[in-house]
Structures are given as structure tokens and as C-alpha cells.
């Protein structure tokens, strides 16, 4: 994957600061004290893989878990393994859908399927089981 830092985010691409395990199976099978937040990340990492996700990163360590970019437009992704959710629990998702004038953004989780709004922005709040089985069309 990829990460976009705010200098660079109209010009290029630099990177990957984070790592996943190549499988989500392989990570929970191998290591003896995993952390279920990043068995959500490295399993929709996987299933991201293949649109070349990057990481959104800006000099105030503001991050968006996964962004992905086609077609010109962007779609952000959060993933948090919690069942629920507030706005306080998004403050880099709604600060990058604020600064990229976004119309929608996604988050993954454990709560059941939502719609919210956040000024302009649709949020969608997907379970990721619902995320995994899905066929992708960005």
C-alpha cells in the first residue's frame, strides 16, 4: 500500500508507513497476541488490495486508515473494530472529508449497516462482514 501525506497528496505518492501480515488468517494463526483492531485493518487491506490502497497522512499526524483513488476522485476509508460509533470517534475521517470537500467516505466496523451526516458528507457505516462479501465498485 500506499501512503499520501498532505504535501503530496496532488503531486505523489511516497512509501507505506504501516505493514499487514498478507492475510488476515495468516496474522491471527501467527501471532500469539493480536490485536483485533488490526485483524480488521489487515482484512480489509486484503480486500482492498487490488485497488491500491494508500494511507492519508498529513504533517499534524492526522490519518485515514485506507484511501482509495479512481477515476480523479478519492474514497476514504476508516476501519475501527468497535460495534459503536460517534463523531468523536472519526475526527480524521470528518477532517479529511471536510478538506477534500468529499461526498461520501466509508467506515467498517462491527455495528450494524448506517447512513450518517457530517455537514455535506454521507458517511457509510458497513459491517465488515457485509465489506468482505461485497463486490467493490470504486
Given at each position: 500500500a500506499r501512503v499520501f501525506t498532505?504535501?503530496?497528496f496532488a503531486k505523489g505518492i511516497r512509501k507505506k508507513k504501516k505493514g499487514y501480515v498478507s492475510s488476515a488468517c495468516l496474522y491471527y494463526n501467527t501471532t500469539s497476541n493480536f490485536v483485533?483492531?488490526?485483524?480488521?485493518?489487515?482484512?480489509?487491506?486484503?480486500?482492498?488490495r487490488m485497488h491500491s490502497p494508500c494511507t492519508?497522512?498529513?504533517?499534524?499526524?492526522?490519518?485515514?486508515?485506507?484511501?482509495?483513488?479512481?477515476?480523479?476522485r478519492a474514497y476514504p476509508i476508516e476501519v475501527k473494530s468497535s460495534e459503536k460509533l460517534s463523531a468523536s470517534d472519526l475526527p480524521?475521517?470528518?477532517?479529511?472529508?471536510?478538506?477534500?470537500?468529499?461526498?461520501c467516505a466509508y467506515v467498517v466496523y462491527?455495528?450494524?449497516f448506517d447512513c450518517i451526516r457530517a455537514g455535506e458528507t454521507s458517511i457509510y457505516l458497513l459491517p465488515l462482514s457485509t465489506f468482505l462479501a461485497s463486490n467493490l465498485a470504486f
Open positions: 498532505e504535501s503530496n483485533q483492531g488490526k485483524l480488521f485493518e489487515t482484512a480489509v487491506f486484503e480486500k482492498l492519508y497522512f498529513d504533517p499534524q499526524k492526522r490519518e485515514v486508515d485506507f484511501v482509495i483513488r479512481k477515476k480523479g480524521n475521517l470528518l477532517y479529511y472529508t471536510r478538506k477534500k470537500r468529499l461526498p462491527r455495528g450494524p
